[in-house]
């Protein structure tokens, strides 16, 4: 990230290679720690779950999901 720079939001797959989106939603609140983060996944083993719905200002996705619910979701989280 580069220095100034903001953002409000951060979607991201749970499931990646290297790197899981909850650990990606940690290293980015290093810099932007009230960043929302709106998880997806289509299939996530309970503890990266319970890891990512315990995250402070997020919330998951489950897929498959429509552009709507996908939007209703961001609009909810935007507004915590």
Do not use: C, H, W
């Amino acid at each position: 990230l580069e220095q100034g720079r903001t953002g409000d939001l951060l979607i991201t797959d749970i499931v990646m290679p290297e790197m899981s989106g909850y650990q990606l939603a940690q290293e980015v609140r290093k810099k932007l720690p009230a960043l929302a983060v709106l998880f997806m996944s289509g299939y996530a083993d309970e503890a990266t779950l319970k890891a990512a719905s315990s995250s402070e200002n997020a919330a998951i996705m489950m897929k498959p999901f429509t552009p709507t619910e996908m939007l209703r979701r961001i609009r909810a989280l935007m507004r915590r």
